[in-house]
């Protein structure tokens, strides 16, 4: 047995002098062979504030007031340590301290100490949680973030503000659902998108692969990921904060945000605001074969027809996009009270944002646009409420209610036309040029209106069994119109209306000295669909009314288990539902989608079996695997189809059938002290289609073949080097390397053809960034560097991303 | 500042165009690349269901043997839908609908290459949803009626359409005759039925006049369109247009994707397409510009069957096949069968060829007293495989056939043998 001892170094340093008197309190804790212990908990002893270290072992307490604090600082296998700290003269304590290994038995250690990361993938569930502390000082937006986690690609159409679709092991669409803070991301409307949220503000990402827990009350079948904002701090006697940071880099891009929050002493009232704008240029270059450079010269000189007229005389020439400028800001202000007696939490938010976006080409880049652009706007109020313990002990109640007004707004109206050096294109002699750059002309408005409640309740029945109801209600209006439509074409306001309750009801136990938890749930869906469509007939508009209700029961169970301090094996298993939408049931005329009466949600059994290998760890280096195998059979699966209806093609939606997909990723990481960090992903997806037989009897051929666009074998690489007390006691110096690969795949089914085949190819991207953090630790510089190598990037078929680019950015805590 | 950079992209692009212009000679991507072509049968299909996926492959021999897409053939990859033309020198034409470019592909051994493309959109309004043609071996014309709702005070909605037409120049592919926009005039006809003249294809030269086969919409669902309609231009100047009308059957006359007109001893002939049993399946003519009333043949009374069609074709001295939609067929999948014609003696046979879905059929081919079209059931429930039928151009018997080269089975749809 070893022997107990206990070392405290208290470093006093001097800090900035702000005429602030709100103190920070930082520092590192190691054990007792100078080794970090990252996730031990630092608490001021009779408060809830306080945080947990970092993989470094290093942690930062902001706005303590001024006076004698108690620190008590914890971790899994060592003794508490506590540290009373005194902060009177100097702004910035150092407080570092070595935690004895405790000679308990393990399974004593009470796991307080955790942090919400990692308990959340301990839950048994298949989730990887990205705790961004880590990533604060990096200039990473956060679909970055999520690229750069295993099982998850982000798929983008190019530069900032553009397209984003998530593929969680494959599925994408309404497949995946986006939340934050619980809520469904979709109702903020399309001006706020997950990158509007600075990283500062982000706690944590949580993404759920395939099982999603019931409190998110949505249909995603494929997996979600949920975006956790930082929480209010509470119990402090005194606190404001006030961070910000600005970014600059290639294309012109600008991002700023600012944060703050402050709390009043007497009452309680806490505000929160935030702020972000974001605005790019998107002027990258793209040179794909794509690029059809054109011969606009009707005439020759002599006045014969040029015989290369409209000819394409070159491609792949390099041409800098145009018409993709995006710009993009908005508020999020919360004020409330905390740690009342009828209430821990109650706030009441308002989120506003608008943005606008040109577009330089359709789906595929073939005909650059000049003049397309759409705007948006969102207004969202908000009102959330948590109480704990309430009529009797153990029973814990939040609740929110929100209501969302968002509008879009797609303008194509002129004649003009352009080739890719943005230039007109000469008008042709005779032909009366249409408005509208991609062949139609459009001014189509949707107008939404987003009615969310969710309401959860918790129940302890006994300190190892919890039961938890939640319930989900969301009412969905949009509305469209386009005046420059045809009327047969033409949407005149119908009205579509979705309404979408599910209920979901969990039982949770934790056995074995809290080695295994286990959770069993089931879920029923609402969905009530409907449309009152506009159609003008003999010059008369008419309304008919579609309605449609739809109940499904999914259900599912995760286990997990720590076979030893070690090893943890998580297994997990749902029946999912993704329910169906107003344009796939009941068809819009503007978008030329037929109804589809019988359409079906689709249904999927996933299963994940997830396992965490802590393969050797010594005083020196550490190398963790963590494994998830998952196996995902989807009935029901909904896909587009072209039908012919009066001498003319139109999409309709059908249930397609079945596929199976089955998977594996895996992560690798090393850690050398606390300075080198490498990591080695692998992902590979075997997704097929099962459907021997078409609807009408055909044998299908592609029966058995790859499910087509979807990227299914992926690895990545990185390196970090992290330097601390560099020039200065206090500050770090961090070096990263990101390197990924794609593997090339089919557009459509591989299975057919095998010249010209539509291919999205294999790609090695690599990105570096220099972070800097002063001594002070208020400050933060980072370079970033993206795609240094200047390849030639896709996401999707034929739409190029940008080349290389440089970003500096610095974050600076005001308060 | 906006200005200043694309004055400067505007002096870069201007420099791009003098090099190019001072090296005509030069082998661009599209106009150098493999100069040769090799001619023989290409057949196209459509795979499960969808307009974009659309495969060419050569079929040597028509014959005997099989073929299969698995695992073979280019494909177009177009935005939207193709539409495939060949040349008797081997050249490959194929219009992308929704990315307007026409491109030419050469074939030799197996291999196909792209070696010309042309922008069509700038041409036709800056559309690239517009219709081709191959209307003789000199040329493809690329057409379109745009529509657009026109307020009318006190009657609501009206439509104005406005015509497009381009003649490119084969196997060049050159622009060579733009027609100047025309506004479609307001008809009584269309007045009376308060319709509009919405696509305009299938165009036939005969002598200096093209003649277009025009689909008509009404504003008004409960009213029947009656009458069948043809825009009528001079060739090759495309100027004089007039929009015609003939009452001896209903329907429209552009066609759907196959051939729906033809040249024959010095008329054009014109079938309709009937919207329901009650309307018979009609053949008129036309010459010098106008309707010939004088001459017409009522297939479905010949026929004694009520059918409709959208693509037939002319093999020879008056004999046509002719794919027929069967109204009074059951099996929803499979309702068309293939009619056999003779203009001279006005009679109709229908073959005993196995029914399939022949509504997109585009393209079949005579050669040496043959005909060879491609009719793969759809389903489980088609009582056949899914050949290339060749049918003896001179028998009377509707058994005369024989099937020649095997095709896939499956969700394949053959387009059409070119």
Redo the contacts between chains.
Sequence with gaps: MKQFYLLIILVFVSGFCVAAETYTVSGKITDTKKQAIPFATVVIANTSVGTSTDMNGEFTLNNISKGKVQLLINSMGYEQVSIDVQLNNSLHVIANAVLKESNHNLNEVFVKGESKAAQIERSGFAVSSVDTKQLQSKNLEINEVLDQTPGLRVRRDGGLGSETSYNINGLSGSAVRIFIDGVPMESFGSSYSINSIPLSLIERIDVYKGVVPVEFGNDAMGGAINVVTKQMPSMQQKNYTLDASYSVGSFNTHRADVAGTWRDKKTGLTTRMSAFYNYSDNNYSVWSDDIKIKDYREFLPDGSRNPDYLAVIKTGEKVQRFNDAYESYGIKADVGVTDKKWADQLFFSINASEDYKEIQHGPRMITPYGERYSTGWTVAPSVSYSKKDVFTEGLNLTGNFQYVKSQRALTDTTSNKYDWYGNLIPPVGGVTPLPGESGTATLNVDNNDNYIGRLSAFYSLSENHSLALSYSYNQFVRSSDDEMAEAEQRNFGSTNNVNKQITGFTYQNTLFEDKMRNSVFVKHYHNYLQQDKVEMNDNVLDTIHFSRADNNWGYGATTSYDVSDRVRVSASFEKAIRLVGTNEVFGNAAREIVESTDLQPEKSYNFNLGGDFTLYDNTYSSVNLNTNLFYRNTIDRIRRNVVVQSGDSYSVYENLGHVTSKGIEMQLDYRIKQKWHFMVQGYYLDSRFMEKYADNGSENLHYLSREPNVPWLTFSAGAGYTKSDLFKNGDRLSINWYSSYVHEFHFDWDVIGDQNKPIVPSQFINDVSVGYTFADRKMTISLDGKNIFNTMAFDNFAIQKPGRAFYLKLSYRIF | MKYL??LK??A??LL??FV??CNDDSD????GGEKETVKTNHITAR?????A?V?IAPADNLEEGSLT?????????P?R?ARVFTDNTGWVYVFDYG???LKKLSYKDG??TQV??????????????VRPWKINEQSILIHNI????VEDPG???T?KG?M?VTRVQIP?????E????WTLPVTDWDIDE?SYPF?IDAPTVLDDKIYYGV?R?Q????IDLTGIHTIVLDYPTLKNPKYIRSEKANG?TNG?RGENMHAIDGYVYQAN?SEKAEDATVIVRLKDGEYDDSWEFNVSEELGMPFNS?NWYHVGNGICYMSAEFFSETDE?NTWGVVRIDMNQKTAIKMNVPLSDL??YQHGIDKDGKFYMAISP????GESDPYVYIFDIDSTDPDAFETGLSL?????FIEGIF
Excluded: C, W
């Design positions: 950079v694309n992209l505007a870069i692009a791009a165009l190019t212009a661009g991507p599209n106009n795979f499960d269901g969808d307009d996926q495969y897409f698995k695992g073979n053939g280019y494909h177009l990859n935005v839908s990315g307007g470019y291999t196909y010309r493309e042309l922008d069509i959109a700038p041409v036709m309004g800056g559309n690239p949803h745009n529509t657009e709702d009657n609501g909605i439509k406005s497009y060049e592919v050159v622009i060579s733009i027609m100047e926009t308060q696509r689909g919409r504003l008004d669902e409960s429209n759907y397409r959208n999948n509504f997109a759809v389903g489980s429930s896939d089975k499956g969700n394949i």
